[in-house]
């Protein structure tokens, strides 16, 4: 009986032990400070009214549509073909989707010109002279410190015809000194405005007229 005794009572203290460590652990994780990313517009020499358009012309901006692994609170890195990593300290101040949208409209805004351009969904009783939508299909960082958006997107008219049909743009960036993630942010803000620039260049021609 003592010995039977002694052997549960190691038994009782060993998984005492092992669920204090865990609970230690626990502590240590959550304790870790959450870190709060936002993409911004990057202003360059030289980018106002780079394809300037018609001073009455109203442009409409969205949808934009994520990817289910992209829409989401936390920031996704990609460390193999295969392979993503979700950081719970790091993560966006906002959905993504909204914050893509107002960086995209602001450096549309500044290549074109103009202060006219809606983001979806904008009133029923405002009409548009074209719409832009977008769908991301790739946009964060990779394991050589490289960064990568892809995206496709097209212009309909006010009429919902098809002004210009879809397009697949693609970029990467490289992130700058010190290799963190706000470097890694930073480089998918220029590829917002790499992308801004496409979509830019592709509207006067269809608000010509």
């Known amino acids: 009986m003592n010995r039977n005794h002694c052997h549960c009572h190691r038994k009782i203290v060993r998984f005492f032990l092992t669920l204090a460590g ?17 993409l911004s517009s990057v202003r360059e020499d030289g980018v106002h009214a780079e394809f300037p358009v018609p001073k009455k012309a109203s442009i409409g ?3 934009l549509r994520l990817p289910e692994y992209l829409d989401r609170p936390q920031i996704v890195s990609r460390s193999s073909v295969n392979r993503l990593i979700l950081s719970d300290s790091q993560r966006w101040a906002e959905p ?7 960086v995209l409209s602001e450096d549309l805004a500044e290549l074109l ?13 405002r009409v548009v002279d074209c719409q832009i ?10 394991p050589d410190d490289t960064v990568n958006l892809i995206a ?5 008219g006010k009429d919902g015809q098809i002004l210009l049909p879809e ?4 970029f990467s960036m490289t992130a700058s000194a010190g290799q963190d993630q706000e470097a890694m942010v930073v480089a998918l803000s220029q590829g917002l ?12 021609p269809l608000l010509a007229h």
Do not use: K
Not at 167 to 170: D, E, L, P
């Open 22 to 38: 865990a609970l230690m652990f626990t502590g240590c994780v959550r304790s870790m400070p959450v870190q709060y990313y936002q």
């Open 61 to 63: 901006l969205g949808p």
């Open 96 to 102: 993504l989707a909204e914050n893509m949208m107002r």
């Open 113 to 125: 010109g103009t202060d006219r351009i809606l983001l979806h969904p904008w009133n029923r009783d």
């Open 133 to 142: 939508t977008v769908e991301v299909l790739q946009f964060e960082g990779g």
């Open 152 to 156: 496709r997107w097209q212009v309909i």
């Open 167 to 170: 397009r697949r743009s693609s």
């Open 193 to 204: 405005l790499r992308l801004a620039r496409e979509i830019a260049a592709a509207l006067p």
